[in-house]
């Protein structure tokens, strides 16, 4: 990634139809702000965009439901997003919005292109049509039974149970969301992007990094999941998919089209090409030429998603863009995966789920508590869990007693001892550092040794590893702690002024270097260290690669004779009844009949009796083979053997094990349990599992090596 001078920086548009979760952050917001921030910090030009996606089916059904109009609701929580955003941290270079009409005329003139060009299909087909409310359905206005994991409030284009991506026709029970009645089907002609011409070189480009002979990015660099489920994706076929639809609310299809009227851009289209418009809007604002930051071989584009996103942004958008001509793809996806929240999926629907701007109300100062926590349980690889004591305990136990501490105490006995003024010191006075050795070290060898800690932080980051930039950078911290209690000046002022002047300039140079640090994680924090430190903010002008290069050197970050402020705390304590009002909050606010998770247990089933039991066949195998089910994002097929023969099974386990982490596993066989077809394939028998709900399911397996394949547990 170091060959690029420009980056252009993608977040995804949040939908404007409700205000912002703490999901929202996790999954693209707070990652695509560490990064930008960082690559500011060493001097990289940097345009970071994102806008509110005011289209499609969903904000006009809630205009319907709220018996309002579209663009009340998109102007209401554009302007919320823009204060959410703002207050929370996340420093976008421009927030735009896909209703302005530079929006439009952008995702017009690219539709038009792509119309000129010849590459879209035109077809007739039948879609479904509301009879009572007399107009065609989009997707978002159908409502069904997800065939993949019988979820029975899927809609027309994905499942947001399972995280499927469906058609309209494949839904089970079908019903408009207008008037609750069953549609029927009606022929409509539209536009569609042919993604089946497509398969050969996205999945070359997926795969290798090329595309058209040019290599444009390390695969080896992408996330597993990310190029997992694109290739699943394209190898099992790719199918034209509509870029219009009969809507009343969104981009015109252009009116020279033959047959536009009443036609719209579909959503999936307008949307991504919003960061287009985003970007012409910043370099108009900025006197730039917005194509070196889309058309230049000097930029890289990286896409800041949630894992629901991955197809539209690495499969569709690029075909998209190739289609076109002339613009970049993407060099990374560092696509996130879900945050649920106190042993539940985070659901809106539910009003599951904890809003920024609400917290920001609830607890007025704490942005970078809530940023660290976030953080922290990053879903970076796999589903992660929010839940409020997790928060105080981050809170408390790491940003007060481990940051804080540190930097209240250096400033306290810089204070104490030399009026906040930075004495002259020995360089070559020796010390015991922060390591613990037994032997003492150099002042400017544990220079090198910050130099090398905060190289770490660095090579994290550009890993998109932002949960390990946090952990090295809390390491940091602990040095600094580390290095006052080795050396405890409050006692070594008695016996060697001058060994604690060395130490304590040490100290600062710590605090000085978290300051940096803690610039693209913790940006309020970076701001008070300033004030402490009187230093001015930073600017995210290449402070960063200043600071590394004075480290190589052995040339300190704050000199003798600075003066520092006065001592005040930089995090303070979360007590117990903030957490309490928070997680009653939370449990009397949920839209469901059904008990809330935390502390609870599954109910006992009905009884049953011995005779029923021992009707039961439990048999010991081995897993011997594992892979997922295609177009299924929880079932694994598993090969067993139990000795005297060999089974598949279909186990919907995929969320909780890794196939190849399970291969040799002893599990426990229900095998006279009859067998059924699952996704086309026959499963014949049941693994016994134990489940602690959403996907927290663990083997009920024999003793390893104990018990041979094929013996009846009785």
């Known amino acids: 990634m170091s060959q690029f001078n420009k980056y252009l920086i993608t977040a995804a548009l ?33 345009v970071f965009v994102c806008g509110s996606d005011e289209h499609g089916a969903a904000i006009t059904i809630k205009a319907l439901k709220d018996g309002t109009t579209p663009k009340a609701i998109v102007d209401k929580y554009h302007e919320l997003f823009k204060d959410t955003f703002q207050k929370i941290g996340i420093s976008f270079d421009i927030y735009h919005r896909t209703s302005d009409p530079l929006h439009h005329e952008t995702s017009q003139e690219f539709f038009s292109t792509l119309y000129d060009q010849g590459v879209f299909e035109t077809r007739e087909t039948e879609q479904y049509y509301d009879p009572t409310a007399q107009q065609f359905l989009a997707d978002r206005y159908i409502q069904g039974t997800c065939p993949n994991c019988d979820y029975t409030e899927a809609y027309g284009d994905q499942c947001e149970s399972c995280g499927s991506t469906l058609s309209p026709t494949d839904l089970i029970n079908p019903i408009s969301k207008i008037t609750g009645d069953k549609p029927v089907k009606k022929s409509t002609t539209h536009w569609y992007l042919p993604l089946n011409k497509d398969e050969e070189w996205l999945k070359e480009w997926l795969e290798q990094g090329v595309v058209d002979g040019k290599k444009t990015h390390y695969p080896e660099d992408w996330k597993n999941h990310v190029i997992g489920q694109c290739k699943s994706w394209i190898e099992s076929g790719l199918h034209p ?9 969104g981009v015109d299809v252009p009116q020279q089209i033959e047959g536009s009227e009443g036609k719209k851009l579909y959503v999936w289209l307008d949307a991504p090409i919003g960061y287009i418009s985003a970007t012409k809007q ?18 890289a584009l990286v896409h800041f998603i949630g894992k629901d996103n991955i197809v539209f942004h690495c499969v569709i958008f690029p075909s998209i863009l190739k289609a076109h001509g002339g613009y970049n793809l993407p060099v990374n996806v560092p696509a996130n995966q879900f945050m649920n929240l106190e042993g539940r999926k985070i659901s809106t629907s539910k009003n599951w789920a904890v809003w920024v701007h609400e917290y920001l109300q609830d607890l007025p100062g704490r942005e970078d508590a809530l940023r660290y926590c976030m953080i922290k349980y990053m879903p970076e690889l796999k589903d992660s869990e929010f839940t409020w004591k997790t928060f105080q305990e981050a809170n408390n136990n790491e940003l007060v007693n481990n940051i804080g501490n540190f930097v209240n105490r ?15 010191y020995d360089p070559w006075a020796m010390i015991d550092g922060p390591q613990g050795e037994d032997e003492l070290t150099s002042y400017e060898g544990e220079l090198i040794h910050l130099f090398d800690k905060l190289d770490s932080v660095h090579k994290s980051i550009y890993q998109y590893d932002f949960r390990g930039g946090l952990k090295h950078l809390m390491e940091l911290s602990s040095l600094g702690n580390q290095l006052l209690q080795n050396n405890a000046p409050w006692k070594l002022i008695k016996e060697d002024e001058e060994a604690v002047k060395t130490v304590m300039t040490l100290a600062i140079q710590y605090v000085a ?16 260290l300033s004030n402490l430190l009187n230093l001015p903010p930073l600017t995210d002008a290449g402070e960063w690669t200043d600071m590394m290069n004075a480290l190589a050197e052995g040339e300190d970050i704050i000199k003798p004779g600075h003066q520092i402020a006065e001592a005040a705390h930089l995090f303070t304590r979360i ?54 089910v295609k177009k299924t994002s ?81």
């Open 14 to 46: 949040p939908y404007a139809n409700g205000p912002l979760h703490i999901g929202h952050l996790a999954g693209a917001y707070l990652s695509s702000d560490i990064y930008a921030r960082f690559l500011r910090l060493q001097g990289k030009e940097v």
């Open 241 to 249: 998919r509509a870029m219009t639809r009969d809507l009343d609310w």
């Open 282 to 299: 910043w370099a108009a604002d900025n006197n730039k030429n917005w194509e070196d930051y889309w058309k230049s071989d000097d930029t």
């Open 410 to 424: 250096v400033i306290v006995l810089i204070n104490k001892y030399y009026q906040g003024v930075m004495p002259e």
């Open 513 to 528: 270097a978290l300051r940096v640090a803690l610039r693209p994680y913790l940006p309020i924090a970076s701001d008070n």
């Open 575 to 628: 007590e117990d009844d903030v957490i309490t009002a928070q997680v009653d909050k939370l449990n009397a606010s949920i839209l469901t009949d059904e008990p809330t998770p935390t502390n609870a247990y599954s109910p006992l089933k009905e009884e049953i009796n011995f005779d029923d039991f021992v009707k039961l066949d439990l048999r010991t195998a081995t897993v011997i083979s594992a892979e997922k």
């Open 634 to 714: 929880k079932l694994l097929k598993l090969e067993l053997d139990l000795g005297f023969e060999k089974r598949t099974v279909v186990s919907g386990i995929a969320k909780a094990y890794d196939p190849e982490k399970i291969i040799g596993k002893k599990v426990t066989l229900l095998a006279n349990l009859a067998p059924r077809k699952i996704k086309g394939i026959e499963s014949q028998g049941m693994i016994l599992m134990a489940d602690g709900g959403e996907d927290d399911l663990c083997f009920i397996s024999p003793e390893e090596n104990t018990w041979s394949d094929g013996m009846t547990i009785s």
